[in-house]
């Protein structure tokens, strides 16, 4: 290859201290995945030549120039460790390009609780592939709302990290599925000689969150001189739980009367969820729900009352309805989990003869997650609706029913079962071993591995009532709701059983890749690289709610295995020294849908020396998951009314009024892939060997975008009495007792997923990276990265389009977080001598308070129906983060950091259901508050 003075000063830059990469220079026999050390300095001529196996994510062939036609963001171990960040969540999630659909660990009430993951471009999280030293991983055992899988970040090594490739391109040409927004690469360290030990301890200013970490990494052996090296890394991480009662308002309240907006506390008369004193009602019978539950309606005139006085924790209220206690049931919330992070990895590396090298690998991680929830009422809508459920006046017995305030007559009741704690624990156990031998064979670079990949999740969900156990309680009057403090354990046991259940998902995998330059071009060699795959995944997701004997669940399972064979090719052409054509092309099968082919070119055109031209076009695809095409099923609940013509003709009862209809979504064996074409357009700058800049436009164009067929469409035809769509269903419920010979309403209706929709998002890119050096040993390196989201449109089977850019659209998606138009961070470092401070600065723009999937008009109102805030805007989140360390020696050093170090308020975001009054996905540093953290660093 002739190298170029551009490709030199890139190298240059790239490879000093403070560069923005650490670029892969290595002997002739290294691995891929390989960096140089940090000492390096700027390469000459003969340096240059080394440079010819630098590997970059998005080429498989080895190159000169770190700059390929498509765009990649590299994270090295430096910058993690200058940011102040401590998980591969928090350092991937903080890109720019991370965007709608990016799930994290704060969201515990989603379907994947206790998991991150990343979403570039805002494709959602089963659009970016996540790979560890270019190799897959098992996906995290339960799915994105129930249908995306990725792969969770909180089970990677970050100790072991050389740095983390982030490639802003469709990539499915090289890596196959889900590459369709990109990729993110996870290079962990290829060898590693001394040992090097952290131990630190953190907390926030308003209390809470406390952090305690420890790592160690240690290795010995030199692969020149002894022929081998191993290492070995562990680390630990307990992070506390934040109390949504410890942070000011609004936070942790639920009535937002102080600022214009609506009262949700829990034990208000005339509202479904009560305080833990409980309120009745004098009722009249009704007809008996399932299981022997007693229904009815309010007497006439009849208001709630306590049953006993309100006590701790809870204040006395009066409206039209009645008296009650009312209680602000977000005390019993948090806003930041538990969390614990414990794992291990090692790597032995052999040189094999002169020019290969054998290594096998192996990491254990676990990662638990436990969050606080509320204690369940009695009145739910789900899987039974027990809104109108009575207390009886007498008990089988025939004496009077203690818990019954009225002779003679049923009561209403409505109460929150205080002695039952809600939440849940999520532990999930990550095994990952890899191993492979890679080198060189005459004209040949061959790499191969095999990689084993296991997840087990153990799920325990605490405070969701047994149906049967709690009409057998209410009816025999077992359950004391005078003094709860007089229910035994066991009874409460009974009532609330801890539902458990363990998944797994699997991957093995093998492959062998090789490269060679095939000729001599104008510009350089041309270069080939190909290799073969073979991988087998399997996921096993049991229901947590088998029968649906538990109130508040529904039924979510899935299984499904499969067998994927891929090989592809790929050409870098460089005609002239200026100008560099990269093709390339992958065909995949899969054991379950069949066969794709994915193409892609690129152009990298340099008409000066100081400046790049890049672009790129690709096809890609995205592989049904096993809960879109395997045995799978997904039941979630909404309210529902029935249409008014329905209730008519049952004269308005009992029968027909608002309940839960659950909404069941199975799984379609003949589901296809999703398709992608995506195309890439950019300028690098470098004026200066100090400074460079670049921009780069994208435009992604996603057709058969799988979801669940028209439930709206199923119910028409049950209705209308017409034949129900392909592939749909209506369970219905027993025939209405008044009206026998009319239609039962649906208490289920299923639909199977379909390809139907489209998507296309566009926007551009911005990064500018500067090293200066200003004198008197002091350096300053500075970042700036930005991304604009232009449109981000799903065009819906009828035709409709919905338009999500600055809104808190898609709202169905994962935990609802928007989509906002603009994501940037600028960071700055400052060296003098053993001294280095960095400050990074963040901002998200704002988003509208309204979704093109929720409807018309501001999502958050008031009493009246007014958009709460007027605004109907959640404002733009800046936040600042301070770092420093300083080295005593060569052995002994201490750092600290200020995270939110201006203590910005998360703003206000009412609408947002991951948590309370704020979006955790963008602002969660603001809900944490200014946070303080300080540790030792020992090494030798």
């Avoid at 006993?308 to 930041?336: F, H, K, M, R």
């Avoid at 296809?672 to 890439?680: D, I, L, M, R």
């Amino acid at each position: 290859m002739k190298p170029n003075k551009l490709a030199l000063a890139l190298a240059g830059l790239l490879l000093t201290p403070l560069g923005t990469v650490s670029a892969q220079t290595t002997a002739p026999v290294a691995p891929a995945d390989s960096a140089p050390p940090q000492d390096q300095q700027p390469p000459d001529q003969q340096q240059a030549q080394q440079l010819q196996t630098i590997t970059v994510t998005g080429s498989a062939i080895p190159r000169i120039d770190m700059e390929t036609p498509s765009p990649v963001t590299v994270i090295t171990a430096a910058q993690i460790q200058r940011s102040g960040l401590k998980t591969v969540s928090d350092v991937v999630r903080a890109i720019s390009a991370d965007n709608s659909g990016s799930i994290p660990t704060a969201f515990t009430a989603g379907f994947a609780a206790g998991s991150a993951g990343v979403a570039l471009r805002g494709l959602t999280v089963n659009s970016t592939l996540v790979l560890i030293d270019g190799r897959r991983s098992a996906n995290y055992p339960l799915a994105d709302d129930g249908q995306r899988t990725f792969v969770d970040l909180n089970t990677i090594p970050v100790n072991a990290i050389e740095r983390i490739d982030v490639l802003k391109d469709g990539a499915s040409s090289l890596y196959g599925a889900d590459a369709i927004a990109g990729v993110v690469n996870i290079i962990l360290k290829h060898d590693y000689k001394g040992l090097e030990g952290t131990a630190e301890v953190g907390t926030s200013q308003q209390g809470g969150g406390t952090t305690r970490r420890a790592t160690l990494l240690f290795g010995g052996g030199d692969l020149q001189k002894n022929g081998w090296n191993a290492y070995g890394s562990v680390e630990a991480q307990k992070d506390d739980r934040i109390w949504a009662r410890d942070r000011g308002y609004p936070y942790n309240a639920a009535n937002l009367n102080p600022t214009g907006g609506s009262n949700f506390d829990w034990g208000q008369p005339g509202f479904n969820n009560g305080s833990i004193y409980p309120m009745v009602q004098r009722a009249v019978l009704g007809p008996n729900g399932p299981g022997g539950m007693l229904t009815g309606t309010a007497a006439p005139g009849a208001l709630w009352q306590p049953l006993v006085p309100c006590g701790p924790g809870t204040t006395p209220i009066t409206n039209a309805e009645g008296s009650g206690c009312e209680q602000n049931q977000i005390n019993y919330l948090d806003l930041q989990p538990k969390q614990e992070r414990v794992g291990v990895y090692g790597r032995l590396t052999l040189k094999v003869g002169d020019s290969s090298e054998a290594y096998v690998s192996g990491s254990y991680y676990t990662n638990k997650v436990e969050a606080a929830g509320t204690p369940p009422q009695i009145r739910a809508g789900t899987p039974v609706n027990t809104r109108s459920i009575l207390l009886p006046a007498t008990l089988p017995d025939g004496s009077d029913n203690p818990n019954n305030p009225f002779p003679n007559d049923p009561a209403l009741i409505t109460y929150a079962f205080g002695g039952i704690p809600g939440g849940g624990k999520n532990e999930n156990h990550n095994l990952r071993i890899a191993g492979g031998i890679h080198g060189i064979w005459g004209e040949w670079n061959y790499d191969s591995a095999l990689v084993f990949s296991h997840n087990t999740l153990d799920v325990d969900n605490y405070g969701f009532l047994n149906y049967a156990a709690l009409i057998n309680a209410v009816n025999n009057g077992t359950y004391n709701f005078v003094d709860p403090s007089q229910n035994s354990p066991e009874l409460l046991a009974q009532l609330a059983p801890v539902l458990h259940k363990r998944s797994t998902t699997d991957l093995q995998s093998i492959d062998f890749h090789v490269s060679r330059p095939l000729a001599d071009l104008a510009g350089g060699s041309l270069g080939l690289a190909t290799g073969i795959d073979v991988r087998h995944e399997q996921q096993h997701d049991p229901d947590l709610n088998p029968g649906l004997q538990a109130q508040g669940l529904g039924v979510a399972h899935t299984f499904g295995s499969r067998t994927v064979e891929g090989l592809y090719a790929e050409l870098d052409a460089p005609f002239l020294e200026s100008l560099e054509v990269d093709v390339s092309g992958r065909f995949d099968h899969y054991s379950d849908f069949g066969n794709n082919f994915s193409p892609k070119v690129g152009f990298k055109w340099k008409p000066i020396e100081s400046l790049a031209v890049r672009g790129t076009w690709s096809k890609g695809f995205r592989a049904p998951s096993f809960a879109e095409n395997g045995s799978s099923e997904s039941e979630g609940f909404a309210t529902y009314n029935l249409p008014d013509d329905y209730a008519a003709a049952h004269g308005n009862n009992a029968y027909v009024r608002p309940y839960g209809l659950a909404y069941d979504t199975i799984g379609n064996p003949n589901i296809q892939p999703e398709k992608s074409k995506s195309w890439t357009f950019g300028v690098l700058w470098q004026p200066l060997d100090q400074f460079s800049a670049s921009v780069d436009y994208y435009d992604i164009k996603k057709t058969g975008v799988i979801g669940q067929f028209d439930t709206q469409a199923v119910l028409d035809a049950y209705f209308a009495g017409q034949p129900l769509p392909p592939g749909s269903a209506i369970i219905p419920d027993v025939p209405d007792p008044q009206f026998p010979t009319l239609l039962p309403k649906p208490v289920v209706v299923m639909a199977p997923y379909v390809n139907q929709n489209a998507l296309q998002t566009k926007g551009v890119d911005l990064d500018l990276i500067g090293n200066f050096d200003l004198g008197g040993n002091v350096k300053l390196r500075s970042e700036f990265n930005a991304t604009r989201i232009f449109e981000w449109n799903l065009t819906l089977q009828d035709g409709t389009v919905e338009r999500f850019v600055g809104t808190h659209g898609p709202y169905a998606l994962s935990s609802g977080a928007g989509t906002p138009r603009d994501r940037a961070s600028w960071s700055n470092s400052l060296t003098f001598g053993q001294a280095t401070v960095t400050g990074t600065l963040y901002y998200t723009s704002a988003i509208s308070m309204s979704a093109p999937d929720n409807g018309e008009g501001c999502i958050s109102t008031d009493d009246n129906g007014n958009p709460f805030p007027p605004s109907c805007h959640v404002a733009s989140f800046t936040y600042f983060d301070l770092t420093g360390s300083y080295d005593f020696n060569d052995h002994f050093g201490v750092y600290a950091s200020v995270l939110n170090a201006f203590n910005r308020k998360a703003p206000f975001d009412p609408a947002n259901y991951a948590s309370n009054n704020y979006n955790p996905t963008w602002a969660q540093p603001g809900m944490v508050g200014r946070f303080y953290t300080v540790g030792v660093r020992y090494k030798m």
